[in-house]
């Protein structure tokens, strides 16, 4: 049987491609492309064609969250017991703005993370409703104890290669990155399997010196998970995880952009160290983005949010609540980006790093991702997903 031709205009007031701003732009798209993309003069309107006329809008691809433990109730490290399944999450995420994202898990007792992560990978693969579920992020439970964060030190532990292999096979293909210590005996190893595995090797929670940050970039660690967070500070003698990376060109480098884990300066200073395309927003979220007040957690770990802010029992940073439609502008108003160089952050940037290469602008042939909102308030109004509506807001 034909597949029946869907074509589709959406026209709004500029597009962020996101490497230029078309002023009074339109996007042309047949099912799940994209066909055309240009100013609004370049467009006939026919009868076959549905038209989407945004005032007052702007249009950018769809955002791209790469690490992110949970959202509407879900918790990715507990998707079996979550409340909300990963549909939830997926539901609020294309409300934002997001049209892909990876559930990312932390650090268990291990028979609980390869069963998770056997849940995680078959609730990937049915039809979500609102972003898709692109990859699998694993964070944990290769790091330093003294830097565990939110995470239990009791369930961190030394490099064990038989079960990084495990948890990988347990993702079913699906696992993308997985952050370790540099520091760790046997790193380089475990550096080399995840990348025989197709995985990025990504440095974080880690005490690690120079000369074990630089060894671990030789054998291929090319990220860094959340710069400034789980890792040892700045110094002007005692150069560490951070200042390597800030100053090497081999790695990317994810900032958690909700504006209270990393101080306005210091996401300057990334900014101004960082060539544009190794930057990666992400929002670090939890069950509790898009829920009230209240008791969460992520894994075994409980985490308290009280005004919108998410800590764990001991006071801790734990995770946060904000998603990306309103972190990526802390880029422009914190680290002094243009509006287009912030939205490479969290569209482009993290497609073209880990090979999504469908996506992540709005380019002729590449997926109709679309995030549609209202200037000056930045609200959502809508958002494409494979050239279906997803989300649309209410008059």
Not at 74 to 80: G, K, L
Not at 193 to 220: K, P, Q, W
Not at 234 to 261: A, K
Request: negative net charge; glycine residues 10%.
């Amino acid at each position: 049987m034909k597949k029946s031709r869907i074509r589709r205009l959406y026209l709004a007031d500029y597009l962020i491609t996101p490497d230029n701003i078309i002023p009074n732009g339109g996007v042309l798209c047949e099912n799940d492309k994209i066909i055309a993309v240009g100013g609004v003069s370049g467009f006939a309107i026919n009868e076959e064609l549905e038209l989407f006329n945004f005032e007052n809008a702007y249009i950018t691809p769809g955002f791209i969250d790469t690490h992110i433990h949970g959202a509407g109730g879900c918790d990715c490290s507990r998707v079996r017991h979550s409340d909300n399944g990963l549909a939830a999450m997926s539901s609020i995420l294309g409300r934002k703005g997001a049209t892909g994202f990876f559930p990312t898990v932390v650090a268990d007792d291990p028979a609980v993370m390869i069963d998770n992560l056997g849940e995680l990978a078959v609730a990937m693969q049915r039809p979500l409703p609102g972003a898709d579920a692109v990859g699998i992020n694993i964070e944990g439970p290769f790091l330093n104890p003294e830097k565990s964060g939110a995470q239990p030190r009791q369930m961190l532990q030394k490099i064990d290669l038989k079960l990084a292999n495990d948890l990988i096979d347990a993702g079913n293909g699906l696992v993308k990155v997985m952050t370790f210590a540099p520091e760790l005996d046997n790193a380089d190893k475990l550096i080399e399997l995840l990348l025989s595995r197709g995985v990025i090797a990504s440095m974080g929670h880690s005490l690690a010196g120079e000369a074990e940050t630089l060894r671990a970039i030789d054998a291929g660690a090319n990220h860094c998970t959340h710069l400034f967070n789980g890792m040892n500070p700045l110094h002007q003698r005692n150069v560490g995880l951070p200042g390597i990376v800030l100053t090497d060109d081999r790695v990317t480098v994810e900032l958690i952009i909700d504006g209270r884990h990393v101080h306005s300066r210091m996401v300057d200073l990334a900014c101004r160290c960082k060539t544009l395309r190794q930057i990666i927003g992400i929002s670090d979220g939890t069950m509790a983005s898009g829920m009230p007040d209240g008791s969460y957690h992520i894994g075994p770990s409980e985490i308290i949010v009280k005004n919108g802010f998410s800590q764990s029992s001991a006071g801790k940073l734990a995770g946060t609540t904000t998603m990306l439609d309103s972190g990526w502008h802390s880029l422009m108003s914190c680290g002094h980006l243009s509006e287009t160089k912030a939205a490479q952050a969290v569209t482009r940037n993290p497609a073209e790093h880990f090979s999504l290469r469908d996506r992540g602008q709005l380019l002729p042939g590449l997926r109709a991702d679309l995030a549609i909102f209202e200037q000056h308030t930045n609200r959502p109004l809508m958002t494409v997903r494979r050239g279906e509506i997803i989300s649309q807001a209410q008059e």
